[in-house]
């Protein structure tokens, strides 16, 4: 079997294709905005899968999702607290837990090891943190890097909108560049606070990964940083399908 895999985040939506055993070479994004009958229509058209599992956290577009597939007939499975994980969840408020959390803890089960903390970079950064039980056991959320950088432009009337990039020194030669300081610089020196204090509630040495749209960049100073793997989220979201659909 083979399954159409959907990670609707807030910003990109990304899809995959997957069977048992592996994503296969087919990938799809899409803007979140844009996730209409028509931008699905375009993208899947042609492709051959058996069901669609799908994490999603933007509650409107999970219904297009749902509305467009399920007129085809086709099996589909929304990833939650009560899908088949592969591991048991210790928090007292599981329905809380995002969709994308929750495939992010089930990717490190095949593709890393336990204990583990996940650092998924997006338009939130999240911390999840997997026990070595194993077990899902809560986590951290702060802004995202682009959200921190473009509050500075919509609420002062001089400072520009930027590129983040890797700074050239600490100390900045021009706006811009003091401006690259504080967001990536001072963001490494928010994740290296936030590790610290887990890792000190952790019982045993996580292995700590990185994902999402500003991973690469953030991780190159941050040493606590093992791993950089882009696909944990749609690897966790086939694992789980594996389990659902057979």
């Known amino acids: 079997m083979a399954w159409l895999l959907i990670d609707n985040s807030n910003t990109r939506t990304k899809f995959a294709h997957g069977d048992s055993e592996k994503l296969l070479e ?3 994004v899409i803007p979140t905005s844009e996730v209409s009958p028509e931008s699905l229509e375009q993208l899947v058209t042609g492709l051959q899968f058996d069901a669609v599992a799908i994490c999603s956290v933007v509650p409107k577009k999970a219904a297009v999702l749902a509305s467009w597939f399920g007129e085809r007939h086709q099996a589909v499975h929304f990833l939650t607290h009560q899908s088949p994980l592969g591991m048991g969840i210790d928090y007292p408020f599981p329905a809380q837990i995002g969709a994308d959390r929750l495939a992010n803890a ?11 903390i996940v650092i998924d970079f997006g338009t939130a950064v999240t911390f999840d943190v997997i026990s070595a039980a194993p077990a899902y056991c809560g986590g951290v ?18 400072l520009p909108e930027i590129q983040l990039a890797e700074p050239s020194s600490a100390i900045g ?17 928010l994740v290296k606070e936030i590790l610290l204090q887990i890792s000190k509630e952790l019982t045993g040495q996580p292995i700590i990964i990185a994902t999402g749209g500003d991973a690469a960049l953030i991780a190159r100073g941050v040493p606590e940083i093992e791993v950089v793997d882009p696909d944990i989220t749609l690897d966790g979201l086939r694992q789980v399908a594996a389990r659902v659909f057979g």
């Open 106 to 116: 089930a990717g490190i089960l095949t593709r890393h090891r336990v204990p583990a």
């Open 141 to 158: 959320i702060a802004p995202g890097l682009g959200a921190m950088s473009g509050y500075l432009t919509r609420k002062t009337a001089l």
């Open 173 to 189: 030669k021009s706006t811009e560049h003091a401006m690259q300081v504080g967001a990536v610089i001072g963001y490494r020196g």
């Open 26 to 28: 087919w990938r799809g």
